[in-house]
Antibody
């Protein structure tokens, strides 16, 4: 049974940092490409970042490039999103999501976490 | 970045109706398109991938078609549990991955 459980959300002031975690279970974590996707209040879905299964290749949306960092700890089967220099517009529910199929180059998502709310406000 | 335009942005329909949602890409994406269902407070759910392949466990009333730039999601007979927002997502040319703006299906 695949499970993705996010944690680490909360209220943070603009300019500050926050780190989200996504604990994965039920599959071989190191063989899957993993993503972060967010949804701002009343808005649609926005892809944020990806960590390819090789653990080396990472890509970001332009809106977060240079401020957010995706990483993983394979000993803990956990995906992270380090969010620095947060802005009001980063307020959203953040989901971690798994690419369907191991070693897959088709980047769509078959499993999602329940989401973690990040609120950036002074 | 490839832009996806969904239409309509919202629609009202009754249980049993046939519903069609369109997704148009700003450039050709072959069949690299997925559809998701999103309900408030819940994670998105994968419905279809590769434009027309039904994800395991998804009811057969959901179907998808199209290739290149024009795609369609069809719900053949709308059920009460289908009232939600639907998103298309392209995975042909990335990064970035992109989603359509969403189509909210409401009860008439």
């Amino acid at each position: 049974q695949v499970h993705l459980v996010e944690s680490g959300g909360g209220v943070v002031q603009p300019g500050r940092s926050l780190r989200l975690s996504c604990a994965a279970s039920g599959f071989t974590f190191t063989t899957y490409t993993m993503h972060w996707v967010r949804q701002a209040p009343g808005k649609g879905l926005e892809w944020v970042a990806v960590l390819v299964y090789d653990g080396r290749n990472k890509y970001y949306a332009d809106s977060v490039k240079g401020r957010f960092t995706i990483s993983r700890d394979t000993s803990k089967n956990t995906l992270y999103l380090q969010m620095d220099s947060l802005r009001d517009e980063d307020t959203a529910v953040y989901y971690c999501a798994r690419t369907r199929g191991p070693y897959s180059s088709g980047w769509y998502f078959d499993y999602w976490g329940q989401g973690s709310l990040v609120t950036v406000s002074s | 970045a490839i832009q996806l335009t969904q239409s309509p942005s919202s629609l009202s329909a009754s249980v049993g109706d046939r519903v069609t949602i369109s997704c148009r890409a700003s450039q050709g994406i072959t069949s690299a398109l997925a559809w998701y269902q999103k309900k408030p407070g819940k994670a998105p759910k994968l419905l279809l991938y590769d434009a027309s392949s039904l994800e395991s466990g998804v009811p057969s009333r959901f179907s998808g078609s199209g290739s290149g730039t024009d795609f369609t999601l069809t719900i053949s007979s709308l059920q009460p549990e289908d009232f939600a927002t639907y998103y298309c997502q392209q995975f042909d040319n990335y990064p970035p991955l992109t989603f359509g703006g969403g189509t909210k299906v409401e009860i008439k």
